[in-house]
């Protein structure tokens, strides 16, 4: 009897390996550290950066025993994430907006999630994901939701200051021993990249056909304009 052919596409090794909620979450913290780290030069090689990103991951203690993850597969990853919650930003926002009296969060969600499917297509699956990042600078919402009891604002206050809590990378850990000495100068320099990246963002927007705009896009273009006047 001859044996069995096995199928290249059964081994584990060939499978598409799904990312989990806990992956997510220890990817976006890597990244954010990796980025915001004051001795890392903000031109480093992108294979240096990304590097420094897998090896975070892959040796942090809440992935222990879990499958390495290559480098390429972590840019691509944040790729998606960075990619879909941008785009989920401007749907928040657009919620917002339209959130009638007595409407709460979860109903300014709900709006934001049926926004997100009717321009795109497809379901916003990385809710998680946005949660971890929309208090930062480049994700946060300019518009707010309108709150209910003072009880309700507190929570949102506590869950802000919960997000800004992140586990410090090993350069950064070094970094915080020395003296603050240059940190306004980092950070102008952190802004003035952040600006050109929105200019160009724009310029993109701009250049396509206003017909042809999404509702989230013309919402993240405005924000734009907004900040930069």
């Not at 001859?2 to 390996?17: D, G, I, Y």
């Not at 990244?31 to 991951?57: C, E, M, P």
């Not at 200019?199 to 907004?226: C, F, G, N, V, Y």
């Amino acid at each position: 009897m001859e044996p069995l052919a096995q199928n290249p596409q059964a081994s584990p090794v060939n499978q598409r390996r799904k990312w989990t909620t806990k992956e997510d979450v220890v990817l976006i913290s890597a990244w954010l550290n990796t980025s915001k780290d004051a001795i890392v030069s903000t031109d480093q090689k992108a294979g240096v950066f990304w590097k420094r990103i897998v090896d975070y991951v892959n040796g942090s203690p809440q992935l222990s025993g879990a499958v390495p993850r290559k480098w390429s597969q972590c840019k691509q990853r944040w790729g998606r994430i960075n990619e879909q919650v941008c785009k989920f930003v401007g749907c928040y926002e657009a919620a917002v907006r339209e959130q009638a009296s007595g409407q709460n969060e979860n109903d300014v969600m709900k709006a934001a999630h049926d926004i997100f499917l009717n321009d795109l297509g497809i379901k916003f699956s990385l809710e998680h994901c946005w949660r971890e990042l929309r208090f930062d600078q480049k994700w946060k919402s300019l518009a707010v939701p309108k709150e209910g009891p003072k009880e309700k604002r507190k929570e949102v206050v506590a869950e802000e200051e919960a997000a800004d809590v992140r586990p410090p990378g090993v350069k950064a850990c070094k970094a915080a021993k020395r003296k603050r000495q240059g940190y306004d100068e980092i950070h102008s320099m952190l802004a003035v990249k952040k600006e050109i990246q929105q200019q160009k963002l724009l310029e993109r927007l701009l250049a396509k056909d206003p017909t042809h705009l999404t509702a989230s896009e013309i919402t993240l273009m405005e924000k734009l304009i907004s900040e930069m006047i």
